[in-house]
T-cell receptor
Framework: GAGVSQSPSNKVTEKGKDVELRCDPI?????LYWYRQRLGQGLEFLIY????????KSGLPSDRFSAERTGESVSTLTIQRTQQEDSAVYLC?????????????FGPGTRLLVL | DAKTTQPPSMDCAEGRAANLPCNHS???????VYWYRQIHSQGPQYIIH???NNETNEMASLIITEDRKSSTLILPHATLRDTAVYYC??????????????FGKGTLLTVNP
């Protein structure tokens, strides 16, 4: 079946511009996660959505970062006034739900380069 | 979550079995052992997970020692496309912020022709 999809696959932007990244989770998955991975580094948790519960935004690095999710489907991660240190791969994952530690399945990521 | 220790790199000949070890001596009773891999420039890929019994799926086998302090991921017939960084993690099955995955440095497996 279809996995997690993300778009765009690559994004090059100029410092100060806003960018919007999209994630389509696996159908039926109620939990959705955003992570960031800098070059050669591990995963950095950003935000987590579970059904209609309030999202866990504790990993967002600054107020320039925000994310929304429409019901149990598409999510968008928005970075305002991008900075060079925002350059990274932004990964989205989804799972059936998270209370039981369900397996997270990742998308291919969006590679963001801020010039 | 308990910490894991993996060798930084391993080599394997194409067609041979690749056995990737992981130590997790401080694992708790409710923590599962998960394996993911990340092929260059791709997102992490789930491989397998287990609690205490050995597990097998179409990708790999997972052997967990009886005391659960270590495990081995086995790729029975490695191919060049299995070259990747393999991550072993342990995570609780419920409670707290167990949904926040963190990867260590993992093992870079290089499959050679």
């Amino acid at each position: 079946g279809a996995g997690v999809s993300q778009s765009p696959s690559n994004k090059v932007t100029e410092k100060g511009k806003d960018v919007e990244l999209r994630c389509d989770p696996i159908s039926g998955h109620t939990a959705l996660y955003w992570y960031r991975q800098r070059l050669g580094q591990g995963l950095e948790f950003l935000i987590y959505f579970q059904g209609n519960s309030a999202p866990d935004k504790s990993g967002l690095p600054s107020d320039r970062f925000s994310a929304e999710r429409t019901g149990e489907s598409v999510s968008t991660l928005t970075i305002q006034r991008t900075q060079q240190e925002d350059s990274a791969v932004y990964l989205c994952a989804s799972s059936l739900e998270s209370s039981g530690g369900e397996t997270q399945y990742f998308g291919p990521g969006t590679r963001l380069l801020v010039l | 979550d308990a910490k894991t220790t993996q060798p930084p790199s391993m080599d394997c000949a194409e067609g041979r079995a690749a056995n990737l070890p992981c130590n997790h001596s401080t694992i708790s009773g409710n923590e599962y052992v998960y394996w993911y891999r990340q092929i260059h420039s791709q997102g992490p890929q789930y491989i397998i997970h287990g609690l205490k019994n050995n597990e097998t799926n179409e990708m790999a086998s997972l052997i967990i020692t009886e005391d659960r302090k270590s495990s081995t991921l086995i790729l029975p017939h490695a191919t060049l496309r299995d070259t990747a960084v393999y991550y072993c993690i342990v995570r609780a099955n419920s409670g707290g912020s167990n949904y926040k995955l963190t990867f260590g440095k993992g093992t870079l497996l290089t499959v050679n022709p």
